[in-house]
């Protein structure tokens, strides 16, 4: 986010900014879910109440997000865990997995 100088509080304008960068992030099914409406590339905030809610529900789907790919990583570590348990260490599949492994 830009600099605010001595002043601590969030302007509109850096809510904005926040808000356009985390929604840059999400997927876009998960943009669709926080139902925001664009103009021009642009959010509509009308008040710093509003901008402030519309940051926070943002916020709380991003983390949302982020907490659903730890999951998806958990769950790939375990299934690759169990892959690796059962395969012949020295097997072609073996040299695939210890490849990208080091990738």
């Not at 925001?36 to 905030?45: K, N, V, Y």
């Not at 999951?71 to 990208?100: F, G, K």
């Amino acid at each position: 986010m830009s600099g605010r100088g001595s002043s601590s509080r969030i302007t509109d304008e850096e809510i904005n900014e926040l808000v356009t960068k985390l929604q840059s992030l999400l997927p876009e099914s998960r943009r669709r879910n926080i139902g925001r409406q664009l103009h021009g590339g642009r959010f509509l905030l009308v008040s710093h109440v509003g901008a402030q809610a519309s940051a926070s529900k943002l916020l709380k789907e991003t983390c949302s997000y982020i907490k659903s790919l730890h999951r998806d990583v958990d769950d790939l570590s375990d299934r690759l865990s169990a892959l690796m348990a059962t395969m012949d260490a020295n097997s072609p599949q073996a040299d695939i997995i210890r490849s990208l492994l080091r990738s």
